[in-house]
């Protein structure tokens, strides 16, 4: 089967300024990341901020250029960004980010806003737009009396849901989610959370989920990759991601999640600065961090390889000496 999108050895660098008179230094936000999304599969990206997160997810759907490598949509290149036909294909792909309420327009009323996709893309006649909105509304859990409110009056949840309902009146195949959750409350997150999965699951859209909080992902993933400075370190199923991590920085992660009914003993506690890809380190980025370090993580990159059937991960000292997946 041809993955939904595809992309390979991405690359994005930023100029970045330090200070008024500062000459432009180039700092790799996201350093060769190559990864594939199945139809109807969700796809998690987690790692702490400044991992090149976002970036990655806006050179998905060409919102940003890539310094590098491509990007492949149903197995052809992503079409020239603002042209006609990476308009047409935005309609196939949308971008749920963290702040409702930057992306929702203050004048104008929750159901005009669901509808304009339907609009811009000329999708249905005007007479069956509002049928249409009805069904996107309660489909996101919203109440049919909510069509006339204003962004304003609704909660942090409810202004997601009607952003989500927006993404997907086109009918989108992938919806890649920033964050989505992030801004709401600890409360809310997981009814949103779960919307957003029966919602995948019944419409058969393929998402890639964003989230600094890897408890936020274990929900909906099917898979997770995990991002430090801007290179995947560990990819594996969401299952064997959270029963046996085997990247030192992932098991760091993993074990920062509560599980209910269990003692947090054994807690791996991150050490050292968190990334800045300013300052990246030599070698293995995660080195000075690393319980594991050994001599060779301070001068080689260590490149993502299959290290068993389950999974892949770019670590010089986990390579060859897995933990099994069965407990
Ligand atoms: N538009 C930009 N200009 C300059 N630097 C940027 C820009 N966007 C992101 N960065 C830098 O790139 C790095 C990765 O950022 P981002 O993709 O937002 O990571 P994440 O979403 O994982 O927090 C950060 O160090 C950030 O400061
Ligand atoms: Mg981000």
Not at 24 to 43: K, N, Q
Not at 77 to 98: C, G, I, N, S, Y
């Amino acid at each position: 089967m041809t993955p939904l999108i595809e992309v390979h050895d991405l690359v994005r660098i930023y100029q970045i300024r330090r200070g008024l008179f500062g000459r432009p230094t180039p700092v790799r936000a996201v350093d060769g990341v190559s990864l594939s999304v199945m139809p109807g599969e969700t796809l998690g990206i987690v790692g702490e901020s400044g991992s090149g997160k976002s970036t990655l997810g806006r050179m998905l759907l060409g919102i940003d250029d890539a310094d590098q490598g491509s990007v492949r949509f149903q197995g052809q290149p992503m079409p020239a960004r603002h042209t006609a036909e990476w308009r047409a294909l935005r309609a196939k792909m949308q971008l749920v980010f963290q702040d409702p309420l930057a992306a929702l327009d203050r004048r104008v009323t929750i159901a005009k806003q669901i509808a304009e996709p339907l609009d811009i893309h000329k999708l249905i006649p005007r007479e069956h737009q509002g049928s249409r909105v009805t069904e996107l509304m309660r489909a996101v859990g919203l109440l049919d009396d909510q069509a006339d409110r204003y962004p304003h009056e609704l909660s942090g949840g409810q202004r997601q849901r009607t952003v989500i309902a927006r993404a997907l009146a086109s009918r989108p195949k992938l919806l890649v989610c920033d964050e989505p959750v992030s801004a709401l409350d600890v409360s809310i997150q997981a009814q949103v959370v779960n919307m957003m999965r029966d919602l995948q699951e019944k419409n058969g859209i393929a998402m890639v989920f964003i989230s600094h909080d890897l408890k936020v992902v274990r929900n909906i993933a099917d898979r997770v990759a995990v991002m430090y400075l801007g290179r995947i370190v560990e990819e594996a199923s969401s299952d064997v991601i959270f029963r046996a991590p085997q990247h030192p920085y992932t098991k760091a992660l993993v074990s920062s999640v509560p599980i209910p009914g269990k003692p947090l003993e054994g807690r791996v506690i991150l050490q050292g600065e968190p990334p800045n890809p300013a300052k990246r380190p030599s070698g293995c980025a995660f080195h000075p961090r690393c319980p594991l370090v050994r001599d060779i993580c301070r001068s080689v990159v260590p490149e993502l390889q299959g290290i068993d059937e389950y999974r892949s991960a770019a670590c010089h000292v986990v390579a060859g000496k897995t933990t099994p997946v069965a407990a």
